[in-house]
């Protein structure tokens, strides 16, 4: 029995090795495992489900071959593909799960989640990040016709590379306390997530007891696995 998960492919049409290695990843190694757990940013952005694309169609049959062979997959949003929704998980057969959820791995229970609530020092991402989960902002932005969303998204995008480049890569990290509080507000003494592309596994003290925090890997230059058993996690890496 094994459980995988993945986090910040960051999939886009300009990066096709990284497709590529994932759909690979997807044929040869995810029908072996009893789950797949996919914890955000598996696109690099989204503007709707009715965008159609081939890349998005490429992944979503690629998942639907996984789902069909048995294996339960699972799709927590990132802070780039939040606005996935039910029109694809049905088409990819798999199962979103909201932002924060605990589950039983091995016996162990884990609290999953892509990590972006974790960075609360980075104020401007926060700030945006309200306005863009808010339903009645994200209703309107759907009632745009695609080509103005694209146009929209492309702007913030530039934006944003603009002004990360100017934070400290301090900010961009999680913060320690955040940490904590969300892992004993769960009552886990495991949490396992991605955003920061820091992938390890960090010991830590939840009181007095022993506690893992588990980074999952980014796909910008080869493919970033966290592979689970009875035995323990383990972070693997796949050449593209
Ligand atoms: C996703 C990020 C772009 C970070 C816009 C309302 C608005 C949704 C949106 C547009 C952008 C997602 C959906 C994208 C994440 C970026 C740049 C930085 C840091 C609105 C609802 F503005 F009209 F109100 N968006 N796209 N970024 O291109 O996929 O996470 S995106
Ligand atoms: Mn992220």
Request: glycine residues 8%.
């Amino acid at each position: 029995m094994t459980v995988l998960f993945i986090s910040d492919l960051h999939l886009s049409p300009t990066h096709p090795e990284i497709t590529q290695c994932f759909l690979r990843f997807l044929k040869e190694d995810a029908p072996k495992a009893s789950a797949l757990y996919v914890l955000g940013d598996l696109f690099e952005s989204w503007i709707g489900d009715d965008d159609g694309t081939p890349l998005q169609i490429e992944v979503a049959d690629a998942f639907k071959a996984l789902s069909d062979l048995g294996i339960p997959i699972y799709f927590i949003h990132g802070n780039r593909d939040f606005l996935v929704g039910k029109r694809f998980a049905k088409a990819s057969g798999m199962t979103l799960l909201p932002e924060h959820h605990v589950i039983d791995l091995f016996g162990k229970p884990t609290l999953i989640m892509h990590g972006d609530t974790l960075c609360i020092q980075d104020e401007g991402y926060q700030r945006y990040r309200k306005k863009v989960h808010n339903p009645l902002i994200q209703w309107l932005f759907f009632r745009l016709p695609l080509f103005v969303r694209r146009r929209i998204g492309e702007k913030i995008r530039a934006g944003s590379t603009k002004s990360n480049m100017e934070k400290s890569q301090d900010i961009m990290d999680v913060d320690q306390s955040e940490v904590l509080r969300v892992m004993k507000d769960s009552g886990v003494t495991q949490l396992i997530h991605g955003h920061t592309h820091r992938p390890d596994i960090h010991d830590i003290r939840i009181g007095n007891d022993p506690a893992q925090r588990i980074v999952l890997g980014d796909w910008y230059t080869q493919g970033s696995v966290l592979v689970c058993t009875e035995e323990g996690c383990t972070l693997q890496t796949r050449a593209f």
